[in-house]
């Protein structure tokens, strides 16, 4: 039987490194005392410089973290996922979002030795993802180009829509003047009904976003579109000017289905692209439809670089690796139970929603691959708001509060056109909050003392372009991998979610036929309360 994580020597020796080492470890002493302290404890990688030297480890703590990771055999793991292994263990699923982003001929991965022991298959799976690229981006191109549509409309759930929503607000300065873009998940009607207010059926196409074409919010959205459409002057004929096949695209792998909703126009992806990791697929349509097929490749392509990095970059200079590391170090050994990210970007200010997604969905597990039951927790909460309206909200508890919370700043060295005054403030106001959780104040006053020595990151891009997106996101999707690596759990399958959308067909079920018993009484009561007047 593999040993669990907390089982392994190296995490009784972390355990004991921070009692001794770490616990009392106070950040401005040791700036004092170890003048390569911000050598030793930052690096560039590809479109990303990072800081980690205002937390609390030190280049000893890093060391033993990586014992820990090859005990955890994290680079047999990592090399499998490269392989096209199937690594997604409860759904025997490969798990290579990756791929999506890899060039032809395998780009800055063609070195590596498991690239080149690559099967067949794989080689025949790149050729249909540019395949499928090439489609997509060329549809995009039509849509961009065409003077007729002036409104998108997303309709998705979780990676269907976060993904997406995310790359177009970050990457609006790309966005053609007459095209505007929506993007709608929830299932409750007023989201829908807002975008639908405001769009005309003669100039809006709707995407419908599901892997399955069976998710449930997003097929209640999408029928309710279609009724408005036909309701507005729009026709089931494929003939007429103003038809569901003209107006109704289906990123989707289940074509049947789509074309019985009455699309014709789809594009698919494979069971190896999982939900989160998707907005590389044909789900990025609205993305390549925002900013256009050169860009969309821009942003295929910085994410692939940060893909090499990850997959060859030796374990002490790997970003991912380093920052996947600290997250154990803090969940674990720390005990901080959650992490705030503080994005000093407008561009990026849904940027915390997709990660909330992309990590607590990801590794908010508490068994392992070999269902072992772990002592030790994994995900922490992720949460924030761009800055600076941050520093007015919640900063005040980060710190003067009791609880330590781990701060992430991601800021651009480059504003683009808002570089001046603007993009000035803005990015020192954010080395400023780095700096006074770490120094603290003292001396005037217990009620305005702060106590310092709270920990963060600093995560630099040159600029918020496509290039430096793609690789932020794939930093994320891997740095993720290495945390859920370590723990062994499965990262890429979700049957926690499923729960809820289960119990709710049931609810319906029950309703229909007024059948409650063995249901809890709370339950019982909601219901009844629910359908009272109906």
């Known amino acids: 039987m593999t040993p669990l994580c907390h089982e392994l020597p190296a995490w ?13 470890l106070d950040l401005r002493q040791a700036f004092a005392q170890d003048p390569q302290r911000l050598d030793a404890l930052s690096m560039q990688a590809p479109h990303v410089f ?29 090399d499998a996922m490269l392989a096209g292994a199937a690594i997604n263990t409860s759904e025997q699923r490969s798990a290579m979002h990756w791929l999506l982003r890899t060039p032809a001929g395998g780009g800055q991965l063609a070195q590596s030795p498991v690239l080149r022991s690559w099967p067949q298959d794989m080689h025949s799976a790149l050729r249909e993802v540019h395949d499928t690229l090439d489609r997509m981006l060329a549809l995009a191109d039509q849509i961009r180009g065409s003077q007729q549509i002036t409104d998108i409309v997303n309709i998705g759930i979780g990676g269907s829509h976060l993904g997406p929503e995310v790359v177009v607000n970050a990457l609006e300065d790309w966005i053609d003047q007459d095209k505007n873009f929506h993007f709608v998940s929830n299932v409750d009607g007023h989201e829908l009904g807002h975008v ?10 709707f995407l419908i976003a599901s892997k399955s074409f069976t998710t449930a919010e997003t097929m209640l959205n999408a029928r309710s579109a279609r009724q408005w459409f036909l309701d507005h002057g729009g026709s089931e004929d494929p003939q007429a000017p103003c038809s569901i096949d003209q107006h109704f695209v289906a990123l989707t792998t289940n074509t049947q289905a789509a074309a019985e909703f009455g699309i014709q126009r789809t594009l698919g992806f494979w069971d190896w692209v999982g939900g989160r990791f998707s ?10 439809i925002a900013i256009g097929s050169e860009q969309f490749r821009a942003l295929l392509n910085g994410a692939h670089a940060m893909d090499a990095h990850f997959f060859t970059a030796p374990m002490e200079s790997n970003l991912p690796v380093r920052l996947g590391l600290l997250d154990v170090w803090y969940r674990n050994f720390c005990q901080f139970s959650s992490r705030c990210i ?21 590794n908010g597990k508490s068994i392992s691959k070999n269902g072992a039951r772990l002592s030790a927790p994994t995900a922490p909460v992720i949460w924030g708001e761009p800055g600076t309206n941050g520093q007015h909200a919640f900063f005040q508890m980060l710190h003067q509060g009791r609880d330590v919370i781990p701060v992430e700043f991601i800021a651009l060295r480059d504003g683009g056109k808002y ?16 700096q006074a959780l770490m120094v603290g104040r003292c001396g005037e006053g217990p009620e305005k003392d702060c106590p310092g020595n709270r920990p ?18 794939a930093l994320y999707e891997h740095r993720i991998f290495v945390s859920g690596a370590i723990w062994d759990i499965n990262s890429f399958d979700q049957w926690g979610v499923e729960l809820g959308k289960n119990l709710a067909k049931q609810l319906h079920a029950r309703q229909n036929r007024n059948d409650w018993a063995g249901v809890d009484a709370s339950t019982q009561e909601l219901m009844k309360r629910l359908m009272e007047g109906h």
């Open 419 to 434: 570089l001046g005054e603007h993009h000035q403030s803005l990015v020192v106001n954010a080395i400023a909050q780095a």
């Open 456 to 473: 963060s990151s600093f995560l630099m891009l040159e600029r918020l372009d496509p290039a430096s997106l793609g690789a932020l996101i």
């Open 12 to 24: 009784q020796a972390l355990q004991t490194h921070y009692r001794s080492q770490i616990q009392q």
């Open 279 to 288: 907005l590389w697929s044909a789900i990025g349509l609205p993305i390549a």
């Open 196 to 205: 639908l207010r405001r769009v005309k059926p003669e100039s809006t196409l």
């Open 50 to 78: 990072a800081d980690l030297s205002k937390n609390l480890w030190t280049s000893e703590t890093e060391a033993l973290l990586r014992e820990l990771a090859a005990e955890s055999q994290l680079a047999r793991k990592r």
């Open 342 to 362: 503080a994005p000093y970007s407008h561009g990026l200010r849904r940027l915390t929603a997709y990660l909330q997604q992309l990590e607590m969905e990801s």
